[in-house]
């Protein structure tokens, strides 16, 4: 895949795949899902041809999310650690917030925002997993009683909240921040975008594209194309 002059690859085309197809799993699984949540809900089985097929689809979904979102894992998980400097830029997200971001603390290849977002679903989507193994019936009531799928249920649906809360948040920040949709639809951005949210990143990527190939630190790292 080529790239316009200048800019910096961010996500490579397999990542993106990887992202989008973990994306459109989860908003079939919430359709699907609150289909079967309340009677209100149930009109949204029509989306996919009724309550029975509703019912069938809904955990094979959940199985391809599970494996994508495992994929996810694999090519950031050192991309997206904890560090200090989280901390400091979480202490300004209401410049964030507001968009006034000259004075917030540099950061990496992510934030403190994303890795939140990264994390949660990392303990979400395993809870929702195996907490949905327990009640698929067709496949798994045999080695279960019906007090474990209760609690199973109880489990799955406030794993499910929890998950659609921080789904809202990430969707609402990739349509905040100016240029992010890009990086995840096209793999690439600008230089001033690169300094502007993630300096520390761009310094990285400056130096290393001064010095030769950029170091591989984590499964997909980001380099610079000077052109297409």
Same mark, same amino acid.
């Given at each position: 895949?080529?790239?316009?002059?200048?800019?910096?690859?961010?996500?490579?085309?397999?990542?993106?795949?990887?992202?989008?197809?973990?994306?459109?799993?989860?908003?079939?699984? %919430?359709?699907?899902?609150? @289909?079967?949540?309340? !009677?209100? *809900? =149930? /009109?949204?089985?029509?989306?996919?041809?009724?309550?029975?097929?509703?019912?069938?689809?809904?955990?094979?979904?959940?199985?391809?999310?599970?494996?994508?979102?495992?994929?996810?894992?694999?090519?950031?998980?050192?991309?997206?650690?904890?560090?200090?400097?989280?901390?400091?830029?979480?202490?300004?997200?209401?410049?964030?917030?507001?968009?006034?971001?000259?004075?917030?603390?540099?950061?990496?290849?992510?934030?403190?925002?994303?890795?939140? %977002?990264?994390?949660?679903? @990392?303990?979400?989507? !395993?809870? *929702? =997993? /195996?907490?949905?193994?327990?009640?698929?019936?067709?496949?798994?009531?045999?080695?279960?009683?019906?007090?474990?799928?209760?609690?199973?249920?109880?489990?799955?649906?406030?794993?499910?909240?929890?998950?659609?809360?921080?789904?809202?948040?990430?969707?609402?920040?990739?349509?905040?921040?100016?240029?992010?949709?890009?990086?995840?639809?096209?793999?690439?951005?600008?230089?001033?975008?690169?300094?502007?949210?993630?300096?520390?990143?761009?310094?990285?990527?400056?130096?290393?594209?001064?010095?030769? !190939?950029?170091?591989?630190?984590?499964?997909?790292?980001?380099?610079?194309?000077?052109?297409?």
């Amino acid at each position: 895949m080529t790239y316009p002059s200048g800019t910096i690859i961010r996500y490579s085309a397999a990542s993106r795949i990887n992202h989008w197809i973990t994306g459109g799993c989860f908003v079939l699984l %919430v359709l699907s899902g609150l @289909a079967m949540f309340h !009677p209100m *809900l =149930f /009109f949204l089985s029509n989306l996919f041809g009724g309550g029975q097929w509703t019912r069938a689809a809904h955990p094979w979904i959940g199985v391809v999310l599970f494996i994508s979102y495992t994929g996810l894992i694999i090519q950031f998980w050192r991309d997206e650690m904890w560090t200090r400097d989280d901390l400091a830029w979480t202490g300004a997200i209401t410049r964030v917030l507001v968009n006034e971001e000259d004075g917030v603390p540099e950061v990496a290849r992510f934030n403190a925002g994303q890795k939140f %977002v990264f994390w949660a679903m @990392a303990l979400l989507v !395993p809870v *929702l =997993f /195996f907490s949905g193994l327990v009640i698929w019936e067709v496949y798994f009531s045999s080695y279960t009683t019906i007090e474990q799928q209760r609690i199973a249920v109880l489990i799955h649906s406030l794993a499910a909240i929890g998950a659609i809360i921080v789904w809202i948040i990430h969707v609402y920040a990739g349509l905040w921040i100016r240029g992010s949709m890009r990086a995840m639809t096209q793999g690439y951005v600008t230089p001033g975008w690169a300094y502007r949210h993630h300096r520390k990143w761009f310094t990285r990527l400056a130096e290393t594209g001064s010095k030769g !190939p950029v170091p591989r630190v984590s499964h997909d790292t980001p380099s610079i194309r000077s052109g297409s």
